[in-house]
């Protein structure tokens, strides 16, 4: 299976229930890394089966807030 973490809003304080501090996101981001391979989503059908017997987690970004774009694109991109 595969564990999927959904995020909303970044840096948007206005909105508790659905905003992640960056800060927050950039030391989550950094643990997974530490522990699994990432792949890019349009190759994840390809890899499914390669990496079969490893741990899978789904990084979704929902409902297209300005915040994304402006703070977690960027720092997804690098």
Do not use: C
Not at 18 to 26: D, W
Not at 50 to 71: C, G, P, Q, R, W
């Amino acid at each position: 299976g595969i564990l999927s973490l959904m995020y909303h809003r970044f840096n948007e304080e206005k909105y508790p229930s659905t905003n992640i501090k960056m800060s927050v996101f950039k030391d989550q981001t950094k643990l997974l890394r530490l522990k699994l391979r990432f792949f890019n989503p349009g190759d994840l059908e390809k890899n499914f089966d390669i990496v079969k017997n490893e741990k899978k987690v789904l990084i979704t970004i929902d409902d297209a807030f300005s915040s994304f774009y402006n703070f977690a694109w960027p720092y997804l991109k690098k």
